[in-house]
């Protein structure tokens, strides 16, 4: 199976710093992260905004994109507000830009990465480009449902949604038989199943969710360790003297 090569574009100030090395070394059977552009300074939005908050529509994106080539997919990742309050603009077959203004303050508070809600992203384009032949096709609502299930194509019209299919999205069974119904490889669906369970927390982060949701427990192992570290310190002692 061809691996899609992804150009991602960071455009404008992101507001927090992102580890691009997990991206690029995220490991996919179905694409890789190719390039990484930056695009330092936006050009003003073409319509009136208001003056202490900017936002962009699909035209100022359309053309934002229009000069950016040279990979199977483009997304870009932006942190100004669009202007009908949605996070996906698809631009051209191959193109789309995602804003992560407000659903990146929701994501950190919920210890839910950036990084994890722009690869689901680019798992949905992948899947749409490879069932479709393109992402800018109105084709893409065979998939996409407004019912949240949990699942990578879940609308979020109420961008709080992102919390439920970020990590971990699973594939509801209307999407799964959408996939089967098409011209895709016999193994598509056990990739693309594979890279959703990556889209996960760091082990830190877990063991942090973890102490966070049962303290309790968190206090109960802390002593059982502190215990076991005490009987085995004093096994020790008794060998070394036997040993003398
Ligand atoms: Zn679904």
Same mark, same amino acid.
């Given at each position: 199976m061809k691996k899609l090569k992804v150009k991602l574009v960071l455009a404008g100030h992101l507001r927090n710093s992102l580890n691009l090395q997990r991206l690029r070394k995220f490991k996919s059977r179905l694409f890789t992260i190719s390039e990484i552009e930056v695009i330092n300074v936006l050009s003003e939005p073409q319509h009136d905004t208001e003056f202490l908050s900017i936002s962009y529509s699909h035209s100022d994106i359309d053309l934002m994109l229009r /000069?950016? !080539?040279?990979?199977d997919l483009i997304l870009g990742v932006m942190n100004y507000r669009f202007i009908d309050n949605f996070y996906m603009y698809r631009t051209a077959s191959n193109k789309a830009c995602i804003s992560i203004s407000d659903i990146d303050r929701l994501l950190l508070a919920y210890d839910i990465s950036i990084e994890n809600f722009i690869l689901k992203n680019i798992i949905e384009l992948v899947v749409f480009k490879n069932?479709?032949?393109?992402? !800018?096709?109105?084709?893409?609502y065979q998939y996409?449902?407004?019912?949240?299930?949990?699942?990578?194509?879940?609308? !979020?019209?109420?961008?709080?949604?992102?919390l439920y299919n970020t990590e971990q999205p699973i594939l509801c069974n209307h999407c799964k038989a959408q996939i089967n119904s098409?011209?895709?490889? /016999?193994d598509f669906l056990e990739h693309l199943k594979k890279d959703l369970s990556k889209i996960t927390k760091s082990r830190i982060l877990k063991i942090e969710e973890l102490i966070r949701k049962h303290p309790l427990l968190s206090v109960l192992i802390a002593l059982l360790g502190g215990l076991l570290i005490n009987i085995a310190t004093q096994l020790a002692f008794n060998l070394m003297k036997l040993n003398v």
């Open positions: /000069s950016v !080539n040279g990979a069932t479709l032949g393109s992402i !800018n096709t109105k084709d893409v996409v449902h407004r019912e949240t299930r949990g699942c990578l194509f879940d609308m !979020n019209g109420d961008k709080q949604d992102v098409k011209n895709v490889p /016999s």
